[in-house]
């Protein structure tokens, strides 16, 4: 099995779009106030690209993009980050894909300075939570303020570990 994961280019936007949209589907994150809805989606490279600190990465298996993950500021906060858009096919679920790309986007995070890292999801999603869980991230009891996904239900916060 042969995985690479690189950062997003503008030739990717639609592949990464439908993937998206489709795990979407799949999840019933369909619609307003939640991630797949997101005007970025449509233009994921440019978005990420010219925002500083930011980062989408996407995953190949044997050649074919089968997901990605980002990090991006927290409302443009430069103490709180939040991991975006972690969105696989079935045929890349399981074979540790989303770890590497999420651990990827935190490795950025840390790099950037970051403190802390949010995320907000569906409780249908219980193989990302458990994912989340075992990268650090604690569950909070309510989002973050300005969170704009205002139909998800978990929320879950990582303290960021300064390396020395």
Not at 14 to 40: L, S, T, W
Not at 81 to 89: A, I, P, S, T
Request: hydrophobic content about 45%.
């Amino acid at each position: 099995m042969r995985v690479e994961i690189s950062a997003i280019e503008a030739t990717d936007d639609a592949v990464i779009c439908n993937i998206i949209k489709a795990v979407g589907v799949e999840y019933g994150a369909v619609g307003e106030g939640f991630g797949p809805a997101d005007a970025e989606v449509m233009n994921m490279s440019r978005f990420y690209l010219t925002k500083q600190s930011s980062l989408y990465l996407i995953a190949r298996l044997e050649g074919e993009i089968v997901g990605g993950c980002g990090i991006a500021p927290f409302n443009s906060s430069k103490e709180v980050c939040e991991l975006r858009k972690l969105f696989l096919l079935p045929a890349a679920r399981g074979l540790g894909i989303g770890k590497k790309l999420t651990q990827a986007c935190l490795d950025h995070a840390q790099a950037a300075g970051f403190q802390q890292c949010y995320l907000d999801t569906l409780s249908t999603m219980k193989k990302a939570i458990c994912l989340y869980a075992g990268l650090g991230f604690a569950p909070l009891s309510s989002p973050l303020a300005g969170t704009i996904h205002g139909r998800c239900d978990v929320w879950m916060l990582k303290n960021l570990e300064l390396h020395v």
